[in-house]
């Protein structure tokens, strides 16, 4: 379903101080200008790993007759990104909910759980689809419309991470109760909302099951801080700090409060738990971030 500008850009409704879209509560993450800076500060982490690349699908040279699409655009950072590294740049597309980048010339606000628009002469050449936990709940009809609404020998990029930290030393789990108890109530609480958020690791067999070939995988373990020996992990840790100072209440607020019933009060006072455990520079803690890349077969129909 493509909805109005002036329906898209007024359905909003605001809990605790954030704008969410929609007013019955589909997602569990805020949509104001703290969480786009939060998810473009996500895509800064993505610009080093990846060397500044805008995606890593062996599509040699970019045309302008090249169609692309960023799926649940938000902060819009990688269309930006695009738009900027590529001359002559593709022809660009967002899909989102929330009018995010109004003066892009193709920008589709749309119902992301629901059968995609496009027509088959709109079929894209590549697909990128970023940060989907707590997006969508039917993963199998993301792919199946990625699948339909890419041309043969299309490619689609899917890049992810969980709301999780790791740690190689046992004896720091004593150091971190306030954040493994946010992990597990976040896990708890993104199921029962019916939009999961630790599903990075289940997207190559997800694209696999889909029918994509050539699927392949790259994970990368980024350090949170700066307590890497590479300098580049280091300015990366540096932007994921960052990242979870701009996102923490925004990715907690909304699942605490409306799905669990917490307090405004004793979700604010788990936060400050978490935040201060989060700055124990010396526990080298680190997350997986997963890009995984699938080519609809060139024998397939276009759409």
């Known amino acids: 379903m493509e909805l109005n500008w002036l329906t898209a850009r007024n359905n909003h409704t605001y809990e605790n101080g954030r704008r969410y879209y929609g007013f019955k509560g589909e997602f569990p993450f805020p949509d104001d200008k703290q969480a786009a800076t939060a998810h473009g500060a996500i895509s800064t982490i993505w610009y080093y790993l990846l060397d500044g690349r805008s995606f890593i699908a062996p599509i040699n040279s970019v045309r302008k007759n090249h169609k692309f699409l960023e799926f649940a655009i938000r902060s819009g950072s990688w269309t930006i990104g695009v738009l900027q590294r590529h001359h002559p740049a593709p022809r660009l597309t967002g899909m989102d909910p929330t009018p995010m980048l109004p003066n892009l010339r193709d920008f589709v606000h749309h119902d992301l759980q629901s059968d995609w628009s496009f027509t088959a002469k709109q079929a894209f050449h590549l ?72 599903v990075a690791a289940e997207q190559k ?12 995988e790259q994970v990368f373990k980024v350090p949170f801080g700066k307590w890497s020996d590479d300098p580049t992990l280091n300015r990366v840790g540096d932007h994921y700090v960052f990242q979870m100072q701009c996102a923490l209440e925004g990715y907690t607020l909304r699942l605490f409060t409306r799905t669990l019933g917490w307090s405004r009060e004793d979700t604010d006072a788990l936060l400050i738990r978490v935040q201060e455990e989060l700055k124990q520079e010396d526990l080298r803690l680190y997350s997986y971030f997963h890009l995984v890349i699938g080519q609809k077969p060139a024998q397939a129909a276009r759409k």
Do not use: C
């Open 205 to 216: 067999e997800l694209m696999h099951s889909a029918g994509f070939v050539q699927v392949d």
């Open 127 to 198: 697909i990128h689809a970023e940060s989907l936990g707590g997006v969508i709940a039917d993963y199998d009809k993301f792919y199946a419309n990625a699948f339909r609404h890419l041309v043969p020998g299309g490619w689609l990029e899917v890049w992810g991470n969980d709301l999780r930290f790791f740690t190689d030393n046992a004896q720091d789990e004593t150091r971190l109760v306030a954040l493994r108890e946010w992990e597990a109530l976040m896990h708890e609480a993104a199921t029962k909302f019916g939009k999961r958020v630790n």
